[in-house]
């Protein structure tokens, strides 16, 4: 039997708010189990409608992000990387690779809400700097086309928001995703690649940070989306 926090539940029921309900609720969570995944009482509906929202929203960014991240790769791979080797292991080259992250569905089902939570925030954490590199550093890069920098700004903006929406009613995880972090060493030394004088190399850098963005937000919605399946639909 799966105890509830009553503190939390009468908070739901004082506060109308939905900006209040979405920082609130989710603490939930971390009060539970994967094995209780129904956070909200039987018939509460208010609570219900809080989390659909929370959830709702982190799902459509996270899409967001990927489907910007495959713009971005197609884009590029189409210009320039035709008939090209950089195909060849551009995984291995990856700033997220010693994350070790759980890349498949059935794999990701295996962790409980806070185990995703954490790999959530440590790939926000893990991309920031070189989407901002991208977008205020590489203008005028002519391999940086106008699809490329409008997908890279809509990145920026997503990632920003979407670590917002999780980092304030999850701040009991931040300080492990930090940890996890600085023991697996996630730095990107990209950016002198990128401003190479050599086309060759700069091209290969290029693709490289796309094909690991594409890679990395697609892992990252597949997270989200879980997260959304088991916690508002309590099943996958």
């Given amino acids: 039997m799966c105890s509830r926090p009553d503190r939390w539940i009468f908070s739901l029921k004082r ?41 709702t929203r982190a799902t459509i960014l996270s899409n967001d992000m990927y489907n910007h991240s495959a713009k971005m790769f197609d884009d590029f791979d189409l210009r320039y990387a035709q008939g090209k080797p950089y195909h060849i292991n551009a995984s291995n080259k990856c700033h997220t690779n010693t994350l070790q992250l759980p890349e498949t569905r059935e794999r990701a ?64 995880v931040i300080s492990a995703a930090r940890r996890k972090m600085f023991y697996a060493r996630i730095y990107w030394f990209g950016l002198r690649s990128l401003k190479s004088s050599n086309e060759e190399r700069r091209h290969y850098a290029f693709f490289n940070l796309f094909h690991c963005l594409r890679r990395d937000s697609r892992t990252l919605d597949i997270y989200t989306k879980l997260l959304a399946c088991r916690h508002i639909y309590n099943k996958c």
């Fill in 109 to 172: 089902q295996l962790m409980n809400s806070k185990g995703l939570i954490t790999w959530i925030l440590m790939l926000l954490y893990s991309w920031g700097r070189p989407l901002y590199e991208l977008v205020t550093e590489l203008r005028s890069m002519k391999e940086v086309s106008h699809a490329i920098l409008s997908s890279a700004r809509e990145n920026v903006r997503k990632v920003k928001e979407l670590q917002a929406l999780i980092e304030r009613p999850f701040s009991q």
């Fill in 15 to 55: 506060h109308r708010s939905h900006l209040l309900l979405l920082l609130v609720v989710p603490n939930l969570l971390l009060w539970q189990s994967s094995a209780c995944p129904n956070l909200c009482p039987d018939g509460d509906e208010l609570c219900r409608t809080a989390l659909r929202e929370l959830f």
